[in-house]
Each structure stands twice: as structure tokens, then as C-alpha cells.
């Protein structure tokens, strides 16, 4: 398989409502990049495949296409669905062969993650995770979902881990509330401080609720458990928060506060040569993440091919 | 550096009331083995010392030795104070280079990690854990703390992770109870479930509550949340339970019954072909699980050059 330097490498950021495609070399330049609307898996992939065959005219053949998909989709390397998209209410999307049909469509091998661990391979190689092997990648956004690298490594275990599901201590001031989440209602993170657990909270979503709102102290302490929760389990060295809920500012000072206080002296950063303001940090590609990943991803497989 | 399929290893157990000594092949048999009381260090390093010569004469050269460690001991490979045990109560012991000694002892290279890390290599290799590339295992005891592999390979992060201070719910049943953690009293799961813990709560050690006494049930409880936790951020193929308050088998039966009752439907256990009856389990090796780690330890060691 071509792996010279100069070798274009292919990425789809496959959402839920938009797919970016792109070719360029990995953490460098793109060459080509389109968008367009998420619509029937035919006419999506269809025009993922015309996307490809035009830059394969142009640039000459693809190494191989790395991609971060919408979920659930099947990412376990081996297994017999690796590459499908998994059971979805999305009209038509489920038990496609999104890996196939793409690896067709580019005439190249392609390799599958789930859209949060392409974003984390983003981050972790290029952006706000840069330079370290242990760096958690945390969405707050209408779920809360998080990508785990370890050793340098993307963690799976025996399925993709959910970390939004993380059963923390709720807020005695915070009694009152339910929680918002199907499965567990107020035990866990997403259950209390995902964008919907804002909304339910206090009438209105994140982006209309002022800086001065009581309601980020609460968030902020919520998302400070989770990352206690992280920090005991793995010791990353970065937590890159990330997602819709994130894009509040302010929000980062107010959880490395929050941290300080839950851990209570235990956990010596200093002693680590470590500063919290480098290990909760915000996500630093923003859009970026997905399209960068995905060509790290493609890389990978194809070197390790 | 010697690496036949005859090579013998050594293993030390450095435990803050005892020292195990062996030699062996890893997987394999002893061919020597001894155990003494841990005194000061320049006694009990000195009989670690002894137990190498004498090895050395009657079964010649050690090929590298592994050491497990009570803590806190620096454990990152590299790290200036790689080997040397930490700031410790331990009289004596402090910025002892535990490591170094037992090297120059056994005229061998050796490794260093901690009790529980080395354990997890044991039990993950050839006990409860054999076969799997992603296991945790806990001791609940007088402390909760674990060890966590993904991948194959043991995480460290910035610091050794401590998951007995992962915040969890607390009980409305347990309302009254303040927890025993000095940092996060009944935030953190040591503050609410290790021994101490029990003791506090109940006025009597775990070993002398009887199988239907209600503490149990709340025991289990809080357990199932530790393996919410766990499951959710690295999706362990076996979270192996082991220490003193986990020598009462009945619990785990709890423990699988209770974190079925937490996760409440999410994560199809079956779509995964995992049983809760293997994954959640207890250690395998008992007492023989830090030698044989141990063993592993020097293994990797000496094969990684």
C-alpha cells in the first residue's frame, strides 16, 4: 500500500445532518473538501463516491479514507458488523454498510470510528491534546459522549464506552430535579448536565441562560465530578471539553474551581509538574476535529495495513 | 540479555507487613521461594538480597526481576524518581530506592510497579482476567484501589490512578452516615464501601457481618455503581473484585444483581456475548496473584530489552 510522504489520504466526517468529505495529507493541507446535507444513505453515499472519483481524477489515487461516524455504528475491527450503522431511528440508515460503501465509492481501504474517537484523534494529535498518550475528549452537547486514549491508544473495551452514563453524586441544592436521562434519570452525568438536562432545568437552553446564572455554578460542578470520575480511573493529562454546551466561556474556569474543591488536596498536581489550566482545557480544532481525525485514522490504517 | 524459554525470573512482593521472594519461570513454576516479615529496609533488602544469592548458586543467573510495591512508590519508567517509595509513614522507608537495592542484589534488572498494577498482570494473564486484553481489578479492603488494563497494557496516566476516590451517588438509606475518606468523606467510594467504611457504619469488621445483615445490600450497592463507572468510560471485558471485604462470595451475586438494577437497560450485556457471570468476578490467584504478576512483570521487561 502507497505510504510515501506525499500520499493523500481521504477523511469523511459522516453526521447526522451534514457529511464532509475531504483528501489532503494528515495534519497538513486539503486538496479538496465538499459538504453537503445528510439526506437518504443512497444519495448520501452516492455523493461521497462522486466526491472521490472526482478527486481521484484530479490528485491521483487515495491511500485510504478515514472515517468518524454518526452512531451507533459498529467499530470493533473483526467483528462481523465492523463498519454498519447499528439500530437507529434515522429513516433508511440502519444496518448500512457505511465502511463499505465509502471504501467502494473512493476505490481505497477505509477504516471506521465513531465521530466523538475521530474527533479525540484530532484533538489528541493536532489540537488541545497534542504532545500527550493519556487525553480524555469529552462532548456536552444534547448527549454527553466522550472518546478515552490510553498509552497513546483509543480505548474500547468490549464496546464503545457511553461516559455520559457516569453515575455521579447529585447536589443537595439540586434536589428538586429529575434528571433527563431515558435509562437512568438524575444518577447520571447526561441525566443532569447534558444541553437537554439545562433546558428541562431551567426553561431554556444553554446559549440563552447569562453567564451570571446560578445554573453554571451547578454545571460546572457537575462536569467537575466527571472529570474527578476520569481522573482517578485514567490520570489523563488532558480533558479537552468540547461540544455545544462548551462554547460557554466561562464555563472552563468555573470547573477547574469546582475540581479543585470536590478533590480537596488529594491529587498533587503541582507535584506533577501539571496546571489546571492545561489539563481541563476546551476542545482547540473546533469544526476542525472530525476532518483531521479522520485523516489521522486513515493514516493509521493504512500504515499499520 | 538472556531470554531462552528456560530463563528463570525473579519476583519479589514488597508488602508493608510482609516480603515474598521467588524464582521461576512466568506462568510456570517456582524453584524457590521465601517469605520474611518486613523490618527496616536495610534488614528486609538485605534478606531480598540474600534470597538472590543463594538462587543464584544453586539455579544460576536471574534473567530480570519484577517488583510489586505497597505505595506510594514512583512507578513512571523514566521518571528521576523511577524505583524510590514515596512519602510514606512507614519509618525508614521513605526515598528508599527499592528498586536499585533489589537490582544490585539480585545482580539483575529489575522493574518496579504497584501491588495492585502487578496483581492485575497476574490475574490478567493467567487468572480471572486470562485471555482478555481489558480488565480492571479492585481491592476493597482497607483502602479501595484497582488496576486498569486497556488494550493489553497497563494505565498509568499522569499519576497511578486511584479509583477508590471515584464520587459516586450516595444512598437516601445512608443519608446518615458521614463516610470514612479523609479527602472526600462520603463523596468518594473509599469513604463509602472499603472497610473502614463498614466498620464505622456497622461497629464491626466486614468479616463479622453476617451474609443478611441489610449492610450488605448497600455494600453491593455502592460496588454495582464503582462498576457503572468503570464499564462506562473503558468497557472492561471482567472487573475482577478481590481484598479482604470481597472474601464474603455472597456479594457477588449482589453486585451483578444490583448493577443490573443501576444500569436499568442500558448496555445489552447479551448483544455482546457477555455474561454478568464473567464479568463481574472474583480473583483467581488469591494470594499467588502478586508473584505471578510479578513474574510477568520481568518478563516484559527483559523481552522489551
Redesign the interface.
Given at each position: 500500500m502507497s505510504n510515501s510522504p506525499h500520499s493523500l489520504y481521504g477523511a469523511v466526517e459522516a453526521g447526522g445532518t451534514k457529511f464532509v468529505c475531504a483528501l489532503g495529507e494528515p495534519g497538513g493541507r486539503l486538496v479538496a473538501e465538499a459538504s453537503f446535507a445528510t439526506t437518504t444513505p443512497d444519495e448520501t453515499l452516492a455523493r461521497v463516491a462522486d466526491f472521490f472519483v472526482e478527486a481521484r481524477v484530479r490528485h491521483g489515487a487515495v491511500a485510504a479514507v478515514g472515517i468518524g461516524s454518526f452512531g451507533p455504528v459498529h467499530v470493533r475491527r473483526g467483528a462481523p458488523q465492523y463498519g454498519r450503522i447499528a439500530r437507529t431511528p434515522k429513516p433508511g440508515w440502519e444496518g448500512v454498510d457505511i465502511l463499505g460503501e465509502i471504501s467502494r465509492g473512493a476505490c481505497a481501504p477505509a477504516a471506521i470510528d465513531t465521530d466523538v474517537n475521530v474527533a479525540l484523534l484530532g484533538e489528541a494529535r493536532h489540537g488541545a491534546g497534542a504532545g500527550c498518550d493519556?487525553v480524555v475528549y469529552v462532548t456536552v452537547g444534547t448527549g454527553i459522549g466522550a472518546g478515552?486514549m490510553?498509552?497513546g491508544?483509543i480505548?474500547?473495551?468490549?464496546?464503545?464506552?457511553?461516559?455520559?452514563?457516569?453515575?455521579?453524586?447529585?447536589l443537595a441544592e439540586d434536589a428538586a430535579f429529575a434528571g433527563v436521562c431515558a435509562?437512568?434519570g438524575d444518577?447520571c452525568i447526561e441525566g443532569l448536565a447534558s444541553g437537554p438536562a439545562l433546558r428541562e432545568r431551567w426553561g431554556t437552553g444553554a446559549e440563552n441562560l447569562p453567564p451570571e446564572h446560578h445554573g453554571w455554578t451547578l454545571q460546572a460542578r457537575y462536569l467537575a465530578?466527571l472529570c474527578?470520575?476520569?481522573?482517578?480511573?485514567?490520570?489523563?493529562?488532558r480533558i479537552i471539553l468540547g461540544g455545544g454546551v462548551m462554547m460557554q466561556a466561562h464555563l472552563f474556569a468555573r470547573v477547574r474551581m469546582s475540581l479543585c474543591e470536590?478533590?480537596?488536596?488529594?491529587?498533587d498536581f503541582a507535584a506533577?509538574g501539571?496546571g489546571l489550566d492545561e489539563l481541563v482545557v476546551p476542545a482547540r480544532l473546533g469544526g476542525r476535529a472530525g476532518v483531521v481525525g479522520a485523516l489521522e485514522l486513515a493514516r493509521d490504517f493504512a500504515t499499520a495495513g
Open positions: 493519556d478515552l490510553a498509552n491508544r480505548v474500547y473495551g468490549f464496546a464503545h464506552p457511553e461516559v455520559g452514563h457516569m453515575h455521579v453524586p447529585k435509562f437512568h444518577r465530578a474527578v470520575n476520569l481522573l482517578v480511573t485514567c490520570a489523563p493529562r470536590l478533590l480537596n488536596g488529594y491529587l506533577y501539571i
